[in-house]
Structures are given as C-alpha cells and as structure tokens.
C-alpha cells in the first residue's frame, strides 16, 4: 500500500511540475516574442517622417516614427498588432497622412523599443500614455488612436483622457477567451495551461492576465469608438466584436464580409479609408 501510496505521489509530483514547466515555456515565448523589425520606413511610401524616442512612465524607451503633416488641425495615434511593429501597420494607414499629423509606435518588447517583455495589454497602456504625452508636446492636447489587434484592445483600455476618438480594428474582448482559442489544440490541458500562465504573468510581470480584458473596460469609455471586424477572421473571432457592441451599444461596428484578420482595410478598401478618415475628422476637436 505505502508502494502505490509513493508511486501515485511521485506520479502526481512529476506531472504538477511537467504542467509547471510547459506553462512557463508557453508564457515566455508568448511575453518575450521574437523581434520583428520592418525593412523600411514611412520613406517607402512617400511620407516625410521624424524617428523619436519616447519614454513611459516606467522607464521603458519606445521607437516611433512622427508623421508630420503641414496644416494639420488634427493627429492619430497608430498601435500595432502583436508580435509585429509599427511598420506592419503602415500600410493600412498611411491614408490618414492625407489628413492628419500621425505618430506610429514599437509598443514595450517588439520591434526597436526596449523592454523584454509583452503582457498583452496591461502595461501597454503606458507605453500609448507616453505616445500622446509625445503628441501633446506637439500642439496636441486630443488625438484619435487607431489600433489593430492587441494594439486595437490597448487602445480600448486606455483611460487617458487626450483620447478623443478610437476606432478598433479586429480586437480581442477578453486575454483569457483569446487564449482559450489559440491553446484549443491542448484539449484537456487547456484549461490549466492558461491558469498557470497567469500565475507567471503576476509573479515576473506583476501583471494581472484576468485584467486585460477591452469587454470590462468599454463600458466605462466616453470617447466615440468604432469597432472594426471581419466575419472570416481566424484569429480573433468575430464574436469578439459582438461582444464588445454588446456590451457598448452606442460603440459604432462595422463587420466586413469575407475578411480575415488584418485583411478588412483590403477588402473594403477606398470605403474603409473614407469611414475612418470621417469618424476621426467628425469626433477629434481641432486644435487651436
């Protein structure tokens, strides 16, 4: 008996300490993603630009690229997807030059900011705190923040108040749902995959996974917001979307038949330029 008693613990030790081990591994590649580093600049696509250096509140240094536009009465704030950097969105955005004065961002962790790690949103909302300060110093006391993916759901969790109008393409509405779909193919090891992974997150990061959630966060948001998705979207299901209106109905949604993620500004092209480009020019104040 003791024999099957010390087997079965042993058993138990080993597999609580394998889970330990792959969960940990899955939340280091996860928050310490690979560098992407675009191969060109807003140069490639005709734009005059200025690389700046900002730098959050925790210290943490951050590559941007300021976008300048002559005249310009009003700015944007671009963020990025996860694991990418700020070129990845440039050619989504770049129509809003034709308008606005525009800043693009490596957030903490990616691209050629510092940082070593991502936390999915949680302290992301720092390093879009050091963007507008960035654009505050330049004339901008409001500015309108468009985000794609993980940097579409930073966005909807800001609460600074500069933040004057949003438009969110293919967010996420809660980490922990987003998780639950990637790991899918874990079956039953699903559930205490992601449960553990937290537990990292508030050991190394201090940061609290269960808080990076837009769908908690958009009840409390004031400023205009359009939510952006595509219904054939791979990576972050529509339903994510639905959810967010739901839980905001005077939030604006636009679904886009046929588009997956990071593909709605192709498949609606000049239309998807022409509704963003009115939202922000209908909701960011002009500038003195």
Same mark, same amino acid.
């Given at each position: 008996?003791?024999?099957?008693?010390?087997?079965?613990? /042993?058993? +138990? #030790?080993?597999?609580?300490?394998?889970?330990?081990?792959?969960?940990?591994?899955?939340?280091?590649? $996860?928050?310490? =993603?690979? !560098?992407?580093?675009?191969?060109?600049? =807003?140069?490639?696509?005709?734009?005059?630009?200025?690389?700046?250096?900002?730098?959050?509140? %925790?210290?943490?240094?951050?590559?941007?690229?300021?976008?300048? !536009? &002559? *005249?310009? &009465? /009003?700015?944007?704030?671009?963020?990025?997807?996860?694991? @990418?950097?700020?070129?990845?969105?440039?050619? @989504?955005?770049?129509?809003?030059?034709?308008?606005?004065?525009?800043?693009?961002?490596?957030? !903490?962790?990616?691209?050629?900011?510092?940082?070593?790690?991502?936390?999915? *949103?949680?302290?992301?909302?720092?390093?879009?705190?050091?963007?507008?300060?960035?654009?505050?110093? /330049? *004339?901008?006391?409001?500015?309108?923040?468009?985000?794609?993916?993980?940097? +579409?759901?930073?966005?909807? @969790?800001?609460?600074? =108040?500069?933040?004057?109008?949003?438009?969110?393409?293919? =967010?996420?509405? %809660?980490?922990?749902?987003?998780?639950?779909?990637?790991?899918?193919?874990?079956?039953?090891?699903?559930?205490?995959?992601?449960?553990?992974?937290?537990?990292?997150?508030?050991?190394?990061?201090? #940061?609290? @996974?269960? !808080?990076?959630?837009?769908?908690?966060?958009?009840?409390?948001?004031?400023?205009?917001?359009?939510?952006?998705?595509? %219904?054939?979207?791979?990576?972050?299901?529509?339903?994510?979307?639905?959810?967010?209106?739901?839980?905001?109905?005077?939030?604006?949604?636009?679904?886009?038949?046929?588009?997956?993620? *990071?593909?709605?500004?192709?498949? #609606?092209?000049?239309? $998807?330029?022409? /509704?963003?480009?009115?939202?922000?020019?209908?909701?960011?104040?002009?500038?003195?």
């Amino acid at each position: 008996m003791k024999m099957w008693v010390s087997v079965l613990w /042993r058993v +138990a #030790a080993y597999s609580a300490l394998a889970c330990a081990a792959f969960s940990f591994a899955l939340f280091y590649l $996860y928050s310490n =993603p690979g !560098r992407y580093v675009s191969g060109f600049t =807003p140069g490639a696509f005709g734009l005059a630009f200025e690389p700046v250096r900002l730098i959050t509140a %925790d210290g943490v240094e951050l590559s941007g690229w300021h976008i300048p !536009r &002559k *005249g310009a &009465k /009003r700015a944007v704030i671009a963020c990025h997807g996860y694991p @990418m950097d700020k070129g990845n969105i440039l050619g @989504m955005i770049s129509f809003l030059s034709r308008d606005f004065e525009l800043l693009l961002f490596d957030f !903490r962790a990616m691209g050629e900011s510092g940082g070593f790690f991502s936390s999915g *949103g949680v302290k992301e909302s720092a390093d879009l705190d050091a963007a507008a300060a960035f654009m505050k110093s /330049r *004339g901008f006391d409001k500015v309108g923040v468009f985000g794609f993916s993980m940097g +579409a759901s930073a966005a909807l @969790m800001s609460e600074n =108040p500069a933040i004057a109008a949003r438009v969110a393409d293919s =967010p996420f509405s %809660d980490l922990g749902r987003t998780l639950e779909h990637a790991f899918s193919g874990l079956g039953f090891l699903k559930v205490p995959m992601i449960r553990m992974m937290k537990v990292w997150s508030r050991l190394i990061l201090g #940061a609290d @996974m269960d !808080r990076v959630s837009p769908l908690r966060r958009i009840t409390a948001l004031k400023a205009p917001t359009l939510i952006i998705h595509g %219904d054939a979207d791979t990576q972050v299901p529509v339903a994510s979307a639905l959810e967010l209106k739901a839980a905001c109905p005077e939030a604006e949604l636009w679904i886009i038949k046929g588009a997956d993620h *990071g593909g709605s500004s192709g498949f #609606a092209g000049r239309t $998807y330029e022409k /509704r963003i480009t009115d939202f922000f020019n209908a909701h960011i104040p002009v500038r003195p």
